[in-house]
């Protein structure tokens, strides 16, 4: 649309000029001037769009105006288009190398895309030729800090408290790292440096209240926060975080007191209504935190932030008949609202029609740049439908929107957990933690990225800190569960499983890692006595039965196994693990058919489940039939063009039909390409190339294959077929042999008895 706009600004230049200036000059210069001045009134008001056209129409008249350039970057960056304003700033500075400001931005799109090297370099240069930038300071700072280079950046945040003396957030950042670094009394000395600077910086009594809560000195903490609630008796995130601190250590009558303080202080207050409500609803106590979001609408009875926050509780909630009724009101009374729309598009992902969700949060994305929560939300309904490519970008977008927002940083470690991808996890959260050392569940993201990367010791180390910051959090000891488990120490796994059981003793989650600890043990009747006693207590939860069916299929009580699965999905007919558990059994018996029945019906309730399809084109290609085969394949690599054994086999259907090898080369090769030590990849591989006449480039694979696995019929069979091909009879003829004794498929053994039976 910007082109077009444009275009259309060359052809009426002369008149607009003579019209503009009187008819008086046209001097390009005056023209420029004009253009430009337009553009910063558009900046002013907030037109970005308007405000980029018009520099860009001035750029036509002096095409080596470095504060067009600039400018045009700004607008850009406001618009969040970050491949035009990396390109207008790199052009500002190649006409300027020392324009500071148009460097400092660029090393800060370097920054939020986590190229830190290049985003130091921007910064060092300006400090050469000014040691006194505060920005270069904080932007190489940040820099370091993301390198991991926590010495490094220390040093630099220190010489922005000495250029900045009176701000208190330069002493906070210095604090930060200085946790990081183990060193707490110097983290404490300037974070009371920042609360002298500024006495009423309600943000600055949180942070300190969450140094002392760090180190373990809950009544310290709480002193901070009852002296900011004295000091700023207004400031509502002082009492929440009292009240947070106090529910934590399982003191939740002192939490709703100090709640109750908050009412009584801002007794007419929608913020305090809200922020209240917000407490109790991440606190899953919906009944409270609807009454609050009931005492804001009292107060205001046309708020629509509170009929927002509503939505939102039905939508954590899982009440999506009432989130229904109420996205209805709100989409017909407010549907330009961008949080009413995302809260449309979440609602359509509770629904599970995940493809009308991401049509719709793709427009918001459009329509509302400048919204974190629209791309993050956007991320999360790719993820729920099986895009996981396309969600890590959308969380990639929320971050450079806003770097600092930790749901996006979480969303990003989980999806990098979800994908294997342990390092990339690890380094969302440990700059998580970083960020927000205090805040449990950021420490536990940590030590999950570890303890799968089996680093146990520092995985320990991060759980322990979030067990003492939240102790009646039962997260924690179920974690250092399986983390003693891990390492074999069975007393201390024993130790916090139980605890973590007296905290939550509904938790099935926790009734699966007891499974796993007794298992690990040799001990399965006490394993089955426990979750036996379990389903006695609760009969109606139907993954206890799941539990149970999976534990006794273990135990090869096949008969129970399947009754305890049936009765799963009698409980609740949607229960996906239920399907796939009784479709594993009757697979593993024997009964194909009825197993993908049984898989089939858990990929209705999961289309998006891209292992599932692949499971079920793995059953269909071993019954032969290659046509239902290559469908559900398909549908894998329509949700994840990447999966590896979707592409492998794919590939295998094509070279057996001799369809399309070129296509089937490509899928191949990327299969090859991600597991590049699986023999029965690397056989079709060279398969699709025997295939394609490449015979030369199919024996080296196929000699690999046949080291890698010398058992396998497929791969002395493809082998020998290949080198017939290339002449080497004799060798060719034993190869086919091998096959043969190795149990050959029976179209394929066919093949090759025809085969020797003509070169004899």
């Known amino acids: 649309m910007r082109t077009a706009r444009s275009v259309s600004a060359v052809v009426i230049v002369p008149i607009a000029a003579v019209l503009l200036l009187g008819g008086c000059s046209r001097d390009p210069q005056q023209i420029k001037a004009k253009y430009f001045a337009n553009g910063q009134n558009y900046m002013r008001k907030g037109q970005y769009g308007d405000a980029a056209i018009e520099f860009q129409n001035a750029l036509k008249f002096d095409p080596r105006s470095v504060d067009t350039y600039y400018e045009l970057a700004r607008a850009d960056l406001a618009q969040h288009d970050w491949r035009a304003a990396y390109e207008s700033l790199q052009k500002a500075i190649a006409l300027d190398p020392d324009r500071s400001d148009a460097r400092l931005d660029l090393g800060r799109l370097y920054l939020a895309a986590r190229q830190y090297d290049k985003a130091e370099d921007e910064a060092s240069f300006v400090l050469k030729r000014d040691s006194k930038d505060v920005g270069a300071y904080q932007l190489v700072g940040a820099a370091l800090m993301g390198e991991q280079k926590s010495g490094e950046a220390l040093a630099a945040f220190s010489k922005v408290t000495e250029l900045l003396p009176t701000n208190p957030s330069a002493y906070v950042n210095v604090a930060l790292i200085e946790i990081n670094l183990n060193r707490a009394s110097d983290a404490e000395r300037d974070l009371k440096k920042a609360l002298a600077v500024d006495p009423k910086a309600i943000q600055t009594y949180v942070d300190l209240a969450n140094f002392y809560r760090l180190q373990n000195r809950i009544p310290e903490a709480e002193q901070v926060l009852e002296a900011g609630m004295e000091r700023r008796p207004e400031g509502v995130e002082l009492y929440l975080d009292l009240a947070s601190m106090l529910a934590d250590q399982s003191k939740k009558d002192e939490a709703d007191a100090v709640l109750d303080k908050l009412r009584k202080q801002l007794p007419n207050s929608l913020e305090a209504a809200v922020a209240i409500g917000d407490f109790y609803a991440r606190s899953r106590d919906t009944n409270r935190a609807m009454i609050e979001y009931r005492r ?286 009784l479709g594993q059994l009757y697979q593993t018996a024997g009964q194909t058919d009825i197993a993908i029945g049984n898989y089939q019906k858990a990929l209705a309730l999961k289309p998006a489940l891209a292992s599932l399809a692949t499971m079920l084109g793995n059953l269909y290609l071993a019954k032969g039939n290659m046509e239902v085969a290559r469908n559900y394949y398909g549908r894998t690599l329509a949700a994840d063009p990447d999966f590896v054994v979707a592409n492998a086999n794919m590939a295998w259907i094509d070279a057996q039909e001799g369809k399309d090898l070129d296509i089937a080369l490509g899928m191949a090769q990327k299969a090859k390409s991600a597991m590049p030590n699986v023999p029965s990849i690397t056989d079709t591989l060279a398969w699709v190339m025997y295939k394609k006449g490449n015979y030369a480039g199919a024996l080296p694979l196929l000699q690999e294959c046949i080291q890698k696995s010398p058992s396998s019929a497929d791969c002395h069979y493809h082998f020998g077929m290949t080198l017939l091909a290339t002449g080497e009879k004799n060798k060719g003829k034993d190869e086919l042999r091998a096959a043969l004794r190795l149990n050959l498929d029976k179209s394929d053994a066919q093949k090759t008895q025809e085969v020797l039976a003509q070169l004899n």
């Open 296 to 581: 804001g609408l009292t107060a205001s009875p046309k708020s629509l932030d509170i009929q927002k926050r509503i939505q939102d509780l039905y939508l954590l909630t899982g009440q999506t008949q009432l989130a229904a009724d109420l996205d209805r009101e709100l989409m017909k009374d407010s549907p330009k609202d961008i949080i009413v729309r995302i809260d449309h598009g979440r609602l359509l992902m509770a629904q599970e029609k995940f493809a009308d969700a991401i049509v719709s949060l793709r427009q918001v994305v459009i329509d509302a740049a400048d919204s974190p929560l629209a791309s993050y939300f956007l991320g999360m309904a790719y993820w729920q439908n099986g895009e996981l490519g396309q969600a890590d970008g959308a969380f990639q977008d929320a971050l450079k929107i806003s770097p600092e927002l930790p749901f996006v940083l979480q969303a990003l470690a989980r999806l990098s957990l979800a994908q294997g991808n342990l390092s990339n996890a690890q380094n969302y959260a440990r700059e998580l933690a970083s960020k927000f050392p205090a805040d449990p569940d950021n420490r536990q993201l940590l030590g999950e990225a570890l303890a799968r990367q089996g680093q146990l010791r520092p995985a320990e180390e991060q759980v322990l800190i979030a067990k003492q910051l939240a102790p009646s959090n039962p997260t924690s000891h179920l974690r250092l569960a399986q983390i003693y488990s891990a390492e074999k120490k069975w007393p201390e796994a024993r130790s916090e499983l139980e605890v973590a059981s007296g905290l939550d003793p509904q938790s099935t989650i926790i009734l699966w890692q007891w499974v796993d600890f007794l298992l690990a043990q040799g001990q399965p009747a006490q394993a089955l006595s426990k979750v036996q006693q379990y389903v006695s207590t609760n009969p109606n939860v139907a993954t206890s039965h799941v539990i149970l069916g999976k534990l006794n299929a273990q135990l090869k009580n096949t008969s129970t196994a399947q009754a305890e699965l049936e009765r799963a999905i009698q409980i609740d007919p949607k229960n996906v693990e239920a399907y796939l558990q």
